[in-house]
């Protein structure tokens, strides 16, 4: 599985969490909150072992999740998108004020779901190429978390703020919508093909039981 861990946190406020296996991925996302500088939009990974925390802060809500160092950036940093949307549509305003965990009971099952769709279901990778842009064009450079926790010195920001998120989102949600769009019309074309492929067969048959093209011993 490619991401093992997710939380939703505003501040170093967790609000809601869930993890796909038995780590201590919780206690170093708990010193990541802590140490993550200033309150301007934030999109950072940092190492740990094998595994690479992803964070995404955006309008003082952060969400983080773990992967494996194999899973790149382009998958996790989508899960974070998509974990990072759902949660705004769903609590709205209420996160400026909820307590800690007040979300959990309810959104852990949608981070559990989305953790087995991205880590799992191809068609997400497929789906997430669209994101290139998004992701690809910030370079993140690793910072080790032990080295920095044990220096006491703040965790560097490892992918440059980008002015132009909210524009690469416009055109990601527009080539998504177009995406969707074709293979709608690709699988009613098929249906179409389907269906005369099968009235063709009819017709070939009843041609051969009733001794002709234009079908005289059962008309």
Same mark, same amino acid.
């Given at each position: 599985? #490619?991401?093992? =861990? &997710?939380?939703?946190?505003?501040? !170093?406020? @967790? +609000?809601?969490?869930?993890?796909?296996?038995?780590?201590?991925?919780?206690?170093?996302?708990?010193?990541?909150?802590?140490?993550?500088?200033?309150?301007?939009?934030?999109?950072?990974?940092?190492?740990?072992?094998?595994?690479?925390?992803?964070?995404?802060?955006?309008?003082?809500?952060?969400?983080?999740?773990?992967?494996?160092?194999?899973?790149?950036?382009?998958?996790?940093?989508?899960?974070?998108?998509?974990?990072?949307?759902?949660?705004?549509?769903?609590?709205?305003?209420?996160?400026?004020? #909820?307590?800690? =965990? &007040?979300?959990?009971?309810?959104? !852990?099952? @949608? +981070?559990?779901?989305?953790?087995?769709?991205?880590?799992?279901?191809?068609?997400?990778?497929?789906?997430?190429?669209?994101?290139?842009?998004?992701?690809?064009?910030?370079?993140?450079?690793?910072?080790?978390?032990?080295?920095?926790?044990?220096?006491?010195?703040?965790?560097?920001?490892?992918?440059?703020?980008?002015?132009?998120?909210?524009?690469?989102?416009?055109?990601?949600?527009?080539?998504?919508?177009?995406?969707?769009?074709?293979?709608?019309?690709?699988?009613?074309?098929?249906?179409?093909?389907?269906?005369?492929?099968?009235?063709?067969?009819?017709?070939?048959?009843?041609?051969?039981?009733?001794?002709?093209?234009?079908?005289?011993?059962?008309?």
């Amino acid at each position: 599985m #490619a991401i093992l =861990y &997710a939380l939703v946190a505003r501040g !170093s406020v @967790v +609000l809601a969490e869930y993890s796909a296996t038995s780590t201590t991925a919780n206690a170093i996302a708990r010193q990541i909150l802590e140490k993550i500088p200033g309150n301007d939009d934030t999109n950072a990974s940092y190492s740990q072992d094998r595994y690479i925390f992803h964070v995404k802060r955006t309008d003082g809500l952060t969400v983080l999740c773990m992967a494996d160092d194999t899973a790149g950036r382009r998958i996790p940093f989508a899960f974070l998108e998509e974990i990072h949307q759902r949660f705004v549509r769903t609590y709205g305003r209420a996160v400026l004020s #909820a307590q800690a =965990y &007040a979300m959990n009971e309810e959104f !852990s099952r @949608v +981070l559990s779901q989305q953790i087995e769709y991205f880590s799992n279901d191809p068609n997400a990778d497929r789906i997430n190429r669209l994101k290139g842009e998004m992701s690809q064009v910030r370079n993140v450079m690793i910072e080790n978390i032990d080295k920095v926790l044990d220096r006491g010195d703040r965790l560097e920001l490892l992918v440059d703020k980008t002015a132009t998120m909210q524009g690469n989102t416009f055109r990601f949600r527009k080539q998504a919508r177009r995406f969707r769009s074709t293979v709608w019309w690709r699988n009613v074309k098929l249906t179409i093909a389907l269906i005369f492929l099968l009235l063709v067969i009819i017709y070939v048959v009843l041609a051969f039981v009733c001794h002709g093209p234009t079908l005289p011993s059962c008309l």
